[in-house]
């Protein structure tokens, strides 16, 4: 009877040991899990969703066929410097320009290209430091290059290419006073083959963008700058809640402003600085 009590008190202890073994490793799982989930959450806190413009060149564009995640242009080439000095990740996401709003609204997105100027509710942003000077002008028919040539104000009896949905702050004064006719079109190089195809006889658009599509598309074509329509500081809008990116920005940018590198940025992109 001794001795089968022993056996009990020997077999009782090893299922002890295993036991104990076995929670050891669930508790190491759980914490392995937990701190995997963290990980993961924590990257997640890292990476801003960032709205990619369809085609904006210089500023922001794709080259046909390329499916590399980060884009090209120059608000690329300063999100790249922003991403190494802070260690941050972004994710780009194509939202029509009619539905940018809402997607802030639904926090889908957190931080996009635009000025102060064009947003009906600044006070739910925080914007960057100017990154450049945006200048919408005409783009007309004309002997010599980019000569400005007449007043806005002095615009009658013409056809305007503009892009659908954007408003123009000094032309929109002048639409029927003046009897303009407004021709909309998808994006600035489509604009710019209607004015190519004479269906109208001035197109609108931002300054360093026609001068880009000009030299890659209309090379011979007498097209140039003729009249300035207004000018806006561009800047990244963040949201509230997004504010510390912002500041992070505006680090970056005052650092490649110090060293001349914003400069050079900015000329090899025909982009406007301040």
Not at 145 to 162: H, R, T
Not at 209 to 233: C, D, L
Request: one cysteine or more; hydrophobic letters at 40%.
């Amino acid at each position: 009877m001794v001795q089968s009590s022993s056996k009990n008190i020997q077999y009782g202890k090893r299922h002890q040991q295993i036991a104990f073994v076995a929670i050891c490793a669930v508790v190491a799982f759980i914490l392995s899990a937990t701190h995997a989930v963290s990980a993961r959450a924590d990257d997640k806190d890292s990476t801003l969703v960032f709205r990619e413009n369809i085609e904006k060149a210089p500023y922001i564009y794709r080259m046909k066929g390329s499916n590399t995640k980060l884009p090209q242009g120059y608000i690329p080439a300063l999100l790249k410097y922003f991403m190494d000095d802070h260690d941050v990740d972004l994710d780009f996401l194509i939202v029509p320009r009619n539905r940018v709003p809402s997607s802030f609204a639904q926090q889908k997105l957190d931080v996009a290209l635009l000025s102060e100027k064009w947003i009906e509710n600044p006070e739910d942003f925080t914007f960057s430091q100017p990154i450049a000077r945006y200048r919408t002008v005409l783009v007309g028919e004309a002997d010599s290059k980019n000569e400005i040539s007449f007043n806005i104000s002095e615009l009658k009896s013409a056809y305007i290419c503009a892009h659908r949905g954007y408003v123009y702050p000094e032309l929109d004064k002048y639409w029927e006073s003046n009897n303009l006719i407004r021709v909309d079109f998808a994006d600035e190089l489509l604009q710019l083959k209607g004015l190519q195809a004479d269906r109208c006889q001035y197109a609108i658009v931002e300054e360093a963008v026609a001068s880009w599509y000009i030299k890659r598309h209309f090379k011979g074509q007498r097209m140039a700058i003729v009249a300035e329509e207004n000018t806006v500081p561009l800047t990244l809008a963040f949201r509230k809640d997004k504010a510390e990116y912002a500041a992070m920005f505006d680090s970056t940018i005052s650092r490649l402003k110090a060293n001349g590198e914003l400069n050079i940025l900015q000329r090899v992109f025909g982009v406007a600085g301040y």
